[in-house]
């Protein structure tokens, strides 16, 4: 029996929309965005729904802000055909294609598949809590860009992750990959300084975002004064230490 076409292979998608990236060393390009359903942490500031829904929100045109519903699953080829549309209506438009979720890596059988398909028509750039380093190497050569959390326990108020982000910045290496830490009221200077320690044994020019919580209400949940304490102890290990918000919470974009 001849084996399914990888064009023909679905999953349930949450959404797929073009917009700005507001996070991390991307910010202000524009990416089309598929996100993934599910996630293997339950971050306390998490502001992203991951239950895989009914439908697939699917914007009508790049950046219209007005969307259709899809059945579930979406196959490789219903997302080729969007992408392709996409980039033709809007050439040069979009820097990458972000694979977000959720965590995407829980995805990574599929990955393996869609992703050299997907990386023909644009770079792809993993947007990852960086917990899951077992199923990266199959994955990263078809990777350009990776975005990639370390959770600090204080503010996450997830189980310590520090061996895990490790071994994945160990591979994620590889690639074009940056750090990004979310700091709230309740993360301590202890965890901050040891993602900084984490980082720096790997390779101390990585950049390093760190990232005040934005509540709901679009304020961000971190007085400046700290937050440039925080940069001048990061920057005491790191070279490229940067503070950027949710830029696209100010912007109301998608």
């Given at each position: 029996?001849?084996?399914?076409?990888?064009?023909?292979?679905?999953?349930?998608?949450?959404?797929?929309?073009?917009?700005?990236?507001?996070?991390?060393?991307?910010?202000?390009?524009?990416?089309?965005?598929?996100?993934?359903?599910?996630?293997?942490?339950?971050?306390?500031?998490?502001?992203?729904?991951?239950?895989?829904?009914?439908?697939?929100?699917?914007?009508?045109?790049?950046?219209?802000?007005?969307?259709?519903?899809?059945?579930?699953?979406?196959?490789?080829?219903?997302?080729?055909?969007?992408?392709?549309?996409?980039?033709?209506?809007?050439?040069?438009?979009?820097?990458?294609?972000?694979?977000?979720?959720?965590?995407?890596?829980?995805?990574?059988?599929?990955?393996?598949?869609?992703?050299?398909?997907?990386?023909?028509?644009?770079?792809?750039?993993?947007?990852?809590?960086?917990?899951?380093?077992?199923?990266?190497?199959?994955?990263?050569?078809?990777?350009?860009?990776?975005?990639?959390?370390?959770?600090?326990?204080?503010?996450?108020?997830?189980?310590?992750?520090?061996?895990?982000?490790?071994?994945?910045?160990?591979?994620?290496?590889?690639?074009?990959?940056?750090?990004?830490?979310?700091?709230?009221?309740?993360?301590?200077?202890?965890?901050?300084?040891?993602?900084?320690?984490?980082?720096?044994?790997?390779?101390?020019?990585?950049?390093?975002?760190?990232?005040?919580?934005?509540?709901?209400?679009?304020?961000v949940a971190v007085p400046a004064l700290r937050l440039l304490r925080y940069q001048a102890l990061a920057s005491r290990q790191l070279a490229d230490v940067r503070v950027l918000p949710q830029m696209h919470r100010f912007?109301?974009?998608?």
């Open positions: 029996m001849p084996a399914p076409s990888t064009m023909n292979s679905a999953t349930p998608l949450i959404e797929v929309f073009s917009s700005l990236q507001g996070e991390g060393v991307l910010a202000g390009y524009r990416q089309i965005f598929v996100r993934f359903p599910g996630c293997n942490l339950d971050c306390a500031y998490c502001d992203t729904g991951i239950e895989v829904p009914p439908v697939c929100r699917v914007e009508t045109a790049p950046g219209s802000g007005q969307f259709q519903e899809i059945a579930q699953p979406v196959s490789l080829k219903k997302l080729l055909d969007i992408v392709q549309r996409w980039c033709k209506e809007l050439p040069d438009a979009h820097h990458s294609i972000s694979i977000t979720g959720g965590e995407p890596l829980l995805h990574a059988d599929l990955l393996a598949q869609w992703l050299p398909e997907l990386n023909i028509l644009l770079p792809i750039h993993l947007e990852t809590n960086g917990s899951l380093p077992d199923p990266l190497p199959r994955l990263i050569e078809h990777l350009d860009i990776i975005s990639m959390d370390i959770k600090l326990p204080s503010s996450a108020a997830t189980p310590a992750l520090w061996d895990e982000h490790r071994r994945f910045l160990e591979i994620a290496q590889e690639r074009d990959v940056s750090i990004k830490v979310i700091v709230g009221e309740l993360s301590t200077e202890q965890d901050l300084l040891a993602a900084c320690k984490l980082v720096a044994s790997v390779d101390d020019e990585i950049p390093f975002i760190i990232q005040p919580v934005t509540d709901r209400n679009g304020r912007l109301e974009a998608l």
